[in-house]
T-cell receptor
Framework: QKEVEQNSGPLSVPEGAIASLNCTYSDRVSQSFFWYRQYSGKSPELIMSIYSNGDKEDGRFTAQLNKASQYVSLLIRDSQPSDSATYLCAVNRREGGGFKTIFGAGTRLFVKA | DVKVTQSSRYLVKRTGEKVFLECVQDMDHENMFWYRQDPGLGLRLIYFSYDVKMKEKGDIPEGYSVSREKKERFSLILESASTNQTSMYLC??????????????FGNGTRLTVT
């Protein structure tokens, strides 16, 4: 079992719709969770971070965390063609004297105009 | 704004060569990371460091080593490059936290081709 699992997609939604991206993780002691967006040929950039159970909203983006179910999701409201990218779920886990960040393989999102 | 700079955008090396990938960050971050990214496999952690001269193995350290002599610089070394190390290499940095790290800031990546 992979430590962080995402549906690879592609996920295709029409412009203006809600895109829902899901992620599960295996290490129950993970403390912090992140969503990164990566455009083709570019480096990942942070969209959202979430540390406690519940919802966190930032503009058109909402991250949801359920630690009991080991589940993180990202909702994108009013999806735009510019949201077309790969979305990476990431989890922090303690390793040795520090924390390492483990990524899922990513979900490709296409927003059709 | 945090800047993470990787020394080369594209690199072509021959099998068996020793390869150095350099990464420098300018925000006094304690943590630095090296990932490789391959289609369908996502980002895989090679090594990370949470302090000068400290290093921890990631998920795929075989064939790689690292050096962190100064806080701002983290080097990835391919001791004897092989064709299966052809990949995009991404360096990242973050602040150290007692309970978790802050989000990562990535460099632009180095596309390494080993022939």
């Amino acid at each position: 079992q992979k430590e962080v699992e995402q549906n690879s997609g592609p996920l295709s939604v029409p412009e203006g719709a809600i895109a829902s991206l899901n992620c599960t993780y295996s290490d129950r002691v993970s403390q912090s969770f992140f969503w990164y967006r990566q455009y083709s040929g570019k480096s990942p950039e942070l969209i959202m971070s979430i540390y406690s159970n519940g919802d966190k909203e930032d503009g058109r983006f909402t991250a949801q965390l359920n630690k009991a179910s080991q589940y993180v999701s990202l909702l994108i409201r009013d999806s735009q063609p510019s949201d077309s990218a790969t979305y990476l779920c990431a989890v922090n886990r303690r390793e040795g004297g520090g924390f390492k960040t483990i990524f899922g393989a990513g979900t490709r999102l296409f927003v059709k105009a | 704004d945090v800047k993470v700079t990787q020394s080369s955008r594209y690199l072509v090396k021959r099998t068996g060569e020793k390869v150095f990938l350099e990464c420098v960050q300018d925000m006094d971050h304690e943590n630095m990371f090296w990932y490789r990214q391959d289609p369908g496999l996502g980002l895989r952690l090679i090594y990370f460091s949470y302090d000068v001269k400290m290093k921890e193995k990631g998920d795929i350290p075989e064939g790689y080593s690292v050096s962190r002599e100064k806080k701002e610089r983290f080097s990835l070394i391919l001791e004897s490059a092989s064709t299966n190390q052809t990949s995009m290499y991404l360096c990242a940095s973050s602040l150290y936290g007692q309970f978790y790290n802050s989000p990562l800031h990535f460099g632009n990546g180095t596309r390494l081709t080993v022939t």
